[in-house]
């Protein structure tokens, strides 16, 4: 029998407000959901959740029977931003996730996830991480199945960190806009001719990003603050086989802002109830953002082609 392959619920990278992040979390809690990351990954300018917020919010959901990570930023621009790692790093209630470098020498051995904005593209660059202390693995976006599959095989996994006595688990970035690049300017804001440290907090004004298009009027990228996204939404509801072959038993479903507590639910009756994965994935298209769905990435194609018809 094929071990159930958990729903790991990705940080939210859009800013929304607080009460609808409250709402949003109160869904996920009653979910299929095992794993929820939390925490502000982007931009360090929202302040709509407080450190204390976010592990109240923490505490509410390990109460409702889910693992709690603590994601850190992908891009640290400032003293306040190191301030700000340190005191998430010194907390010892939940498992952090770490986005950048700069993470890993705040977690000082201790166990801690690798997200996937961290460089991982070789099996010895895996190992240097675990021996850091890095007890799961969340693949760069960009990496195919095939290649996760190389770098921690399923029958010859890399041994856990100092701190673990397992081998370090893999997951993969399953659904949502792909995070391609970050950059110290922001996007959102140039776009509405203002300076970045005066934003005037634009970014909540588009709750999925701000959608890119080329000339010709197709959906290209999303701009998402200082992150820039791909227009069209990962989606590898059909690829189960694939991800046990590649020794994933994890996948990463990144939020959107509606109807998120159907693409849960949907992901799990396909990866492990056994439903109709065609059609998931068209149900699935039907409520997509601009850009539809792809899979290229995880298929050693170009990302924004699919491998189905």
């Not at 990003?209 to 992150?227: C, M, R, V």
């Not at 149900?283 to 995880?298: H, I, K, T, W, Y």
Request: some cysteine; aromatic content about 6%.
């Amino acid at each position: 029998m094929n071990a159930r392959i958990q729903l790991t619920v990705g940080p939210v990278l859009y800013y929304w407000p607080r009460k609808t992040l409250i709402d949003f979390y109160g869904e996920v809690a009653d979910s299929p959901a095992d794993t929820v990351v939390l925490g502000e990954v982007v931009c360090s300018r929202r302040h709509e959740m407080k450190h204390d917020d976010w592990l109240a919010l923490a505490r509410e959901l390990a109460g409702c029977g889910k693992e709690v990570v603590l994601a850190s930023q992908a891009l640290l621009e400032s003293e306040s931003d190191l301030r700000d790692l340190r005191r998430l790093a010194s907390q010892d209630e939940f498992l952090v996730e770490a986005g950048d470098a700069s993470a890993l020498r705040a977690m000082a051995g201790r166990p801690f996830v690798l997200g996937p904005h961290v460089n991982v593209y070789s099996r010895p660059a895996l190992e240097e991480h675990a021996s850091l202390g890095a007890i799961r693995w969340v693949a760069p976006v960009e990496l195919s199945l095939e290649a996760i599959g190389l770098v921690n095989p399923p029958d010859a996994p890399v041994a856990g960190g100092p701190c673990a006595d397992t081998p370090i688990a893999t997951e993969v970035f399953a659904f949502g806009r792909l995070p391609l690049a970050f950059s110290a300017r922001c996007f959102t804001a140039r776009h509405y001719h203002l300076n970045k440290d005066e934003c005037g907090f634009r970014c909540l004004e588009h709750p999925d990003g701000l959608l890119l298009s080329t000339g010709e009027g197709a959906p290209f990228l999303t701009l998402n603050g200082i992150q820039t996204q791909s227009a069209a939404q990962q989606c590898l509801i059909g690829d189960a086989a694939a991800i046990r072959a590649a020794g994933a038993r994890r996948v990463r479903l990144s939020p959107v802002a509606q109807r998120f507590g159907e693409v849960l639910s949907t992901f799990d009756q396909v990866l492990n109830g056994g439903a109709d994965a065609a059609e998931a994935r068209a149900s699935l298209a039907a409520m997509s953002l601009p850009g539809g769905l792809v899979d290229g990435f995880a298929h050693r194609r170009p990302g924004l082609e699919r491998s189905w018809s």
